[in-house]
Antibody
Framework: EVQLVESGGALVQPGGSLRLSCAAS????????MHWVRQAPQRGLVWVSRIDRDGSTPSHADSVKGRFTISRDNANNILYLQMNSLRAEDTAVYYC???????????WGQGALVTVSS | QSALTQPPSVSGSPGQSVTISCTRA?????????VSWYQQHPEKVPRLIIY???HRPSGVPDRFSGSQSGATATLTISGLLPEDEADYYCSSYGGKFTWVFGGGTKLTVL
């Protein structure tokens, strides 16, 4: 059974930093692209970042480019999202997502809540 | 990253069929084969219900179907059940290793 477990969500002040982690199990982690998708309170889903199998070509949404960095540790089956220069509009539940086809979002974690507020 | 436009809300009575559209601005959805649909109940994690425009993952009832014509992809739910009441999102590969979601559609089962 595929399991994705996010951790690291917290309350952080504007301008601060935070790193989210996602522990993956139940599938061959190193064989799949991984994504982060976020959802602000009472709002829709927004794709944030994606990383390929070996971590060589990450990609990010324009809204987070230059502030967020996605990375992975294939030896320990962990996905990361380093978030810097956080803004109030980054407040959201952040989901770790993967899939067997890489091009859609088949498996979702339970999400980690990030709140950016002073 | 192009936007995907969905109607904010749709409704239907039990047993009826409803459709939810997903229109891609500037670039025809047909140019990208990787449209998917997600169902999200309140306070729950999204669930993939359609991938590659028309395909259903195992376990998804065949009451859910997807189609595409030009710049618009469509999710059809037939034989509406009360438990179908949820938010529905379309998503598409946006090129250059980016993805985009529609704004979401709230389905109310009357």
């Amino acid at each position: 059974e595929v399991q994705l477990v996010e951790s690291g969500g917290a309350l952080v002040q504007p301008g601060g930093s935070l790193r989210l982690s996602c522990a993956a199990s139940g599938f061959t982690f190193s064989s799949h692209w991984m994504h982060w998708v976020r959802q602000a309170p009472q709002r829709g889903l927004v794709w944030v970042s994606r990383i390929d199998r070996d971590g060589s070509t990450p990609s990010h949404a324009d809204s987070v480019k230059g502030r967020f960095t996605i990375s992975r540790d294939n030896a320990n089956n962990i996905l990361y999202l380093q978030m810097n220069s956080l803004r109030a509009e980054d407040t959201a539940v952040y989901y770790c997502v993967s899939g067997s086809r890489d091009r859609d979002f088949e498996f979702w974690g339970q999400g980690a809540l990030v709140t950016v507020s002073s | 990253q192009s936007a995907l436009t969905q109607p904010p809300s749709v409704s239907g009575s039990p047993g009826q069929s409803v459709t939810i559209s997903c229109t891609r601005a500037s670039v025809p959805v047909g140019a990208y084969k990787y449209v998917s649909w997600y169902q999200q109940h309140p306070e729950k994690v999204p669930r993939l219900i359609i991938y590659d425009v028309t395909h259903r993952p195992s376990g998804v009832p065949d009451r859910f179907s997807g189609s595409q014509s030009g710049a618009t992809a469509t999710l059809t739910i037939s034989g509406l059940l009360p438990e179908d009441e949820a938010d529905y999102y379309c998503s598409s590969y946006g090129g250059k290793f980016t993805w985009v979601f529609g704004g979401g559609t709230k389905l109310t089962v009357l």
